[in-house]
């Protein structure tokens, strides 16, 4: 099975720290992927990268940058951290090639910004 | 941008009774994934239908998918507490296997 491994269950970081959320993968996916989830607006992404090196920007990247040094680990980074970046934040994996491959979760990360 | 939106956004059900989640999406896709996530875990896949695919079924879950009115159904059929959890729609809009998430709907299955 596929392990998405995200490195804290609960994180607490006061006004302005910089921050670093990690996540590893161990079935040599292509795609990694951020999100943050909220109460009544779902999962949006952050960021999502299709190989080392390579980033794309998602629906919300402002106040995030992302790192992928390695093929199976991927860091969200808040550069400044703001009470309004408080949330749930899940990281996925999927295979590059082929339509439709599923995502694979970790158990997200609760991030508390005070 | 919220491309599916699930309705209802909460549903309370007996054991037993089916369930039957709706989920409309504004452009044209690809497929569409169902997802559901347990509460304080990651989310997991349950099933996918193609965009020339009307209907899917895996056990107990019934999957549909109408292009024409850009909506997709998920039935639970003869529920269990077990079946509790948050379930959401996703649509891949180009095949490159970027999601995108609904809000989910919250079904409970009373004993």
């Known amino acids: 099975d596929v392990k998405v491994t995200q490195s804290s269950r609960y994180l607490v970081k006061r006004t302005g720290e910089k921050v670093f959320l990690e996540c590893v993968q161990d079935m040599d996916h292509e795609n990694m992927f951020w999100y943050r989830q909220d109460p009544g607006l779902g999962l949006r992404l952050i960021y999502f990268s299709y190989d080392v090196k390579m980033k794309e920007k998602g629906d919300i990247p402002e106040g995030y940058s992302v790192s992928r040094e390695k093929k199976e680990r991927f860091s969200l980074i808040l550069e400044s951290a703001s009470t309004n970046q408080t949330s749930m934040y899940l990281c996925a994996s999927s295979l590059l090639q082929g339509a439709g491959q599923p995502q694979h979760f970790g158990d997200g990360t609760r991030l508390s910004i005070l | 941008s919220q491309q599916g939106e699930e309705d209802p956004q909460a549903l309370s059900i007996q054991e037993g009774e089916n369930a039957t989640m709706n989920c409309s999406y504004k452009t044209s896709i690809n497929n569409l994934q169902w997802y559901r996530q347990n509460s304080g875990r990651g989310l997991v896949h349950l099933i996918l239908i193609r965009s020339n695919e009307r209907e899917k079924h895996s056990g107990r879950l019934r999957v549909t998918l109408d292009t024409s009115k850009k909506s997709s159904s998920l039935l639970i059929t003869a529920s269990r507490a077990a079946d509790t959890a948050s379930y959401f729609c996703?649509?891949?809009?180009?095949?490159?296997?970027?999601?995108?998430f609904g809000t989910g709907t919250q079904l409970k299955v009373e004993l």
């Open positions: 996703a649509t891949d809009n180009w095949g490159g296997n970027k999601l995108t």
